[in-house]
Protein backbone atom coordinates (compact mmCIF):
# COMPACT_ATOMS: atom_id res chain seq x y z
CA UNK A 1 0.00 0.00 0.00
CA UNK A 2 2.54 2.50 0.98
CA UNK A 3 4.26 2.12 -2.05
CA UNK A 4 1.43 2.24 -4.18
CA UNK A 5 0.59 5.61 -2.07
CA UNK A 6 4.04 6.46 -3.01
CA UNK A 7 3.90 5.67 -6.59
CA UNK A 8 0.62 7.84 -6.77
CA UNK A 9 1.95 10.92 -4.77
CA UNK A 10 4.92 10.86 -7.47
CA UNK A 11 2.45 9.87 -10.00
CA UNK A 12 0.63 13.38 -8.89
CA UNK A 13 3.60 15.40 -8.92
CA UNK A 14 4.26 14.38 -12.67
CA UNK A 15 0.64 15.14 -13.08
CA UNK A 16 1.13 18.41 -11.78
CA UNK A 17 4.66 19.13 -13.37
CA UNK A 18 3.30 17.82 -17.02
CA UNK A 19 0.15 20.40 -16.10
CA UNK A 20 2.25 23.11 -14.96
CA UNK A 21 4.41 22.26 -18.11
CA UNK A 22 1.49 21.93 -20.56
CA UNK A 23 0.55 25.50 -18.64
CA UNK A 24 4.00 27.17 -19.24
CA UNK A 25 3.48 25.38 -23.00
CA UNK A 26 -0.03 27.02 -23.73
CA UNK A 27 1.27 30.38 -22.29
CA UNK A 28 4.30 29.67 -24.90
CA UNK A 29 2.67 28.98 -27.49
CA UNK A 30 -0.05 31.37 -26.78
CA UNK A 31 2.72 34.26 -26.78
CA UNK A 32 4.33 32.56 -30.24
CA UNK A 33 0.78 31.98 -31.74
CA UNK A 34 0.32 36.37 -30.81
CA UNK A 35 4.06 36.78 -32.55
CA UNK A 36 2.84 34.38 -35.43
CA UNK A 37 -0.25 35.87 -36.11
CA UNK A 38 1.73 39.80 -35.67
CA UNK A 39 3.87 38.83 -38.27
CA UNK A 40 1.34 36.76 -40.21
CA UNK A 41 0.04 40.19 -40.52
CA UNK A 42 2.79 42.11 -41.08
CA UNK A 43 3.82 39.49 -44.00
CA UNK A 44 -0.34 39.81 -45.08
CA UNK A 45 0.21 43.71 -45.02
CA UNK A 46 3.59 43.25 -46.57
CA UNK A 47 2.10 40.58 -49.55
CA UNK A 48 -0.41 43.08 -49.87
CA UNK A 49 2.12 45.73 -50.39
CA UNK A 50 4.45 44.03 -52.46
CA UNK A 51 1.32 43.09 -54.79
CA UNK A 52 0.16 46.23 -54.83
CA UNK A 53 3.38 47.69 -55.68
CA UNK A 54 3.88 44.27 -58.15
CA UNK A 55 0.28 45.60 -59.88
CA UNK A 56 2.02 49.31 -59.97
CA UNK A 57 5.02 47.71 -61.67
CA UNK A 58 3.46 45.80 -63.79
CA UNK A 59 1.28 49.00 -65.12
CA UNK A 60 4.11 50.81 -65.69
CA UNK A 61 5.88 47.92 -67.39
CA UNK A 62 2.92 47.44 -69.77
CA UNK A 63 2.88 51.39 -70.08
CA UNK A 64 6.55 51.46 -71.09
CA UNK A 65 5.92 48.82 -73.27
CA UNK A 66 3.40 50.62 -75.17
CA UNK A 67 5.47 53.70 -75.22
CA UNK A 68 8.39 51.83 -76.13
CA UNK A 69 6.13 50.09 -78.66
CA UNK A 70 4.63 53.75 -79.94
CA UNK A 71 8.48 55.41 -80.03
CA UNK A 72 9.51 52.18 -82.29
CA UNK A 73 6.35 52.52 -84.25
CA UNK A 74 7.38 56.58 -84.31
CA UNK A 75 11.60 55.85 -84.50
CA UNK A 76 10.83 53.31 -87.72
CA UNK A 77 8.69 55.76 -89.47
CA UNK A 78 11.70 58.58 -88.87
CA UNK A 79 14.39 56.04 -89.76
CA UNK A 80 12.03 55.10 -92.80
CA UNK A 81 11.61 58.84 -93.95
CA UNK A 82 15.32 59.69 -92.98
CA UNK A 83 16.40 57.22 -95.28
CA UNK A 84 13.84 58.39 -98.18
CA UNK A 85 15.39 61.75 -97.59
CA UNK A 86 18.82 60.76 -97.30
CA UNK A 87 18.40 58.93 -100.46
CA UNK A 88 16.91 61.76 -101.98
CA UNK A 89 19.68 63.97 -100.66
CA UNK A 90 22.44 61.70 -102.20
CA UNK A 91 20.43 61.69 -105.59
CA UNK A 92 20.47 65.56 -105.75
CA UNK A 93 24.40 65.48 -104.50
CA UNK A 94 24.86 63.25 -106.98
CA UNK A 95 23.24 66.02 -109.45
CA UNK A 96 24.71 68.98 -107.92
CA UNK A 97 28.11 67.48 -108.00
CA UNK A 98 27.23 66.38 -111.66
CA UNK A 99 26.25 69.97 -112.44
CA UNK A 100 29.60 71.36 -110.71
CA UNK A 101 31.32 69.66 -113.01
CA UNK A 102 29.18 70.58 -115.92
CA UNK A 103 29.71 74.27 -114.34
CA UNK A 104 33.45 73.67 -114.30
CA UNK A 105 33.48 72.85 -117.67
CA UNK A 106 31.64 75.68 -118.81
CA UNK A 107 34.23 77.42 -116.47
CA UNK A 108 37.09 76.74 -118.08
CA UNK A 109 35.54 76.93 -121.53
CA UNK A 110 34.29 80.76 -120.52
CA UNK A 111 37.82 81.38 -118.78
CA UNK A 112 39.22 80.37 -122.01
CA UNK A 113 37.30 82.96 -124.45
CA UNK A 114 37.28 85.70 -121.73
CA UNK A 115 41.30 84.42 -122.34
CA UNK A 116 41.20 84.93 -125.97
CA UNK A 117 39.01 87.96 -125.81
CA UNK A 118 41.53 89.76 -123.73
CA UNK A 119 43.97 88.70 -126.20
CA UNK A 120 41.90 90.17 -129.03
CA UNK A 121 40.83 93.50 -127.00
CA UNK A 122 44.29 93.83 -126.10
CA UNK A 123 44.83 93.51 -130.06
CA UNK A 124 42.25 95.79 -130.74
CA UNK A 125 43.63 98.53 -127.79
CA UNK A 126 46.83 98.00 -128.99
CA UNK A 127 45.63 98.73 -132.67
CA UNK A 128 43.17 101.54 -131.52
CA UNK A 129 46.59 103.34 -130.24
CA UNK A 130 48.33 102.75 -133.42
CA UNK A 131 45.28 104.00 -134.93
CA UNK A 132 45.21 106.95 -132.69
CA UNK A 133 48.59 107.69 -133.47
CA UNK A 134 48.61 107.43 -136.77
CA UNK A 135 45.05 109.50 -136.37
CA UNK A 136 46.96 112.55 -134.87
CA UNK A 137 49.61 112.07 -137.53
CA UNK A 138 47.00 111.96 -140.19
CA UNK A 139 44.94 115.10 -138.35
CA UNK A 140 48.33 116.82 -138.61
CA UNK A 141 49.27 115.99 -141.62
CA UNK A 142 45.79 116.81 -143.07
CA UNK A 143 46.22 120.38 -141.52
CA UNK A 144 49.11 120.72 -143.27
CA UNK A 145 47.50 119.77 -145.90
CA UNK A 146 44.75 122.16 -145.59
CA UNK A 147 47.23 125.32 -145.37
CA UNK A 148 49.02 123.62 -148.19
CA UNK A 149 45.63 123.44 -150.16
CA UNK A 150 44.66 126.98 -149.09
CA UNK A 151 47.30 128.34 -150.26
CA UNK A 152 47.05 126.11 -153.51
CA UNK A 153 43.84 127.21 -153.93
CA UNK A 154 44.19 130.56 -153.64
CA UNK A 155 47.55 130.32 -156.04
CA UNK A 156 45.12 128.66 -158.26
CA UNK A 157 42.64 131.14 -158.33
CA UNK A 158 45.13 133.64 -158.87
CA UNK A 159 46.34 131.88 -161.83
CA UNK A 160 42.59 131.28 -162.53
CA UNK A 161 41.85 134.72 -162.82
CA UNK A 162 45.11 135.84 -164.45
CA UNK A 163 44.40 132.84 -167.30
CA UNK A 164 41.05 134.58 -167.50
CA UNK A 165 42.48 138.30 -168.26
CA UNK A 166 45.13 136.32 -170.17
CA UNK A 167 41.88 134.46 -172.41
CA UNK A 168 40.00 137.84 -172.38
CA UNK A 169 43.45 139.51 -173.80
CA UNK A 170 43.42 136.34 -175.97
CA UNK A 171 40.00 136.42 -177.24
CA UNK A 172 40.25 140.18 -177.86
CA UNK A 173 43.52 139.50 -180.17
CA UNK A 174 41.62 136.92 -181.77
CA UNK A 175 38.50 138.79 -182.28
CA UNK A 176 40.77 141.64 -183.78
CA UNK A 177 43.04 138.53 -185.49
CA UNK A 178 40.17 137.37 -186.75
CA UNK A 179 39.24 141.16 -188.48
CA UNK A 180 42.68 141.73 -189.87
CA UNK A 181 42.02 138.32 -191.25
CA UNK A 182 39.19 138.98 -193.03
CA UNK A 183 40.55 141.63 -194.33
CA UNK A 184 43.91 140.39 -194.97
CA UNK A 185 41.69 137.45 -196.54
CA UNK A 186 39.99 139.72 -198.97
CA UNK A 187 43.23 141.21 -200.07
CA UNK A 188 45.85 138.84 -199.74
CA UNK A 189 43.38 135.10 -200.21
CA UNK A 190 45.04 134.27 -203.06
CA UNK A 191 48.37 134.44 -201.76
CA UNK A 192 47.09 132.98 -198.35
CA UNK A 193 46.05 129.47 -200.52
CA UNK A 194 49.25 129.28 -201.57
CA UNK A 195 51.28 130.10 -198.77
CA UNK A 196 51.45 127.25 -195.91
CA UNK A 197 52.87 128.93 -193.02
CA UNK A 198 49.92 131.42 -193.14
CA UNK A 199 47.48 128.00 -193.01
CA UNK A 200 49.84 126.71 -190.38
CA UNK A 201 50.21 130.06 -187.70
CA UNK A 202 46.02 130.49 -187.97
CA UNK A 203 45.53 126.75 -186.65
CA UNK A 204 48.08 127.52 -184.23
CA UNK A 205 46.09 130.11 -182.85
CA UNK A 206 43.11 128.47 -182.70
CA UNK A 207 44.93 125.39 -180.95
CA UNK A 208 46.29 127.32 -178.27
CA UNK A 209 42.77 129.30 -177.44
CA UNK A 210 40.90 125.35 -177.46
CA UNK A 211 43.65 124.16 -175.18
CA UNK A 212 43.92 127.36 -172.64
CA UNK A 213 40.11 127.57 -172.75
CA UNK A 214 40.01 123.44 -171.79
CA UNK A 215 42.76 124.50 -168.99
CA UNK A 216 40.62 126.90 -167.29
CA UNK A 217 37.31 124.65 -167.58
CA UNK A 218 39.76 122.29 -165.63
CA UNK A 219 40.81 124.43 -162.96
CA UNK A 220 37.46 126.00 -162.43
CA UNK A 221 36.14 121.99 -161.69
CA UNK A 222 39.13 121.43 -159.09
CA UNK A 223 38.42 124.41 -157.40
Do not use: W
Not at 43 to 54: C, M, P, T, W
Not at 75 to 82: G, T
Not at 96 to 101: A, G, I, M, P, R
Not at 167 to 177: G, H, M, S, V, W
Request: with cysteine; aromatic share 4%; proline share 0%.
Amino acid sequence: MVDLQELLNEKDKQLSQLQQEFTEYQEMSKTLEEELESELEAQIRLNSELQAENQSLKDQVEKINKDYYHKLIEMEKSAFKLQNELKETQNKLKMNLKSNKELETELDIYKSKLREKEFEIEELTETYNQTLEELAITCSELDGLKDFNAESTHRLKEQLNELSQDLEIARDKTFNLQNHSSNFEKAEKPKLKDSMVGQSALTMVDLLLSDLNGKIKQKQCDI
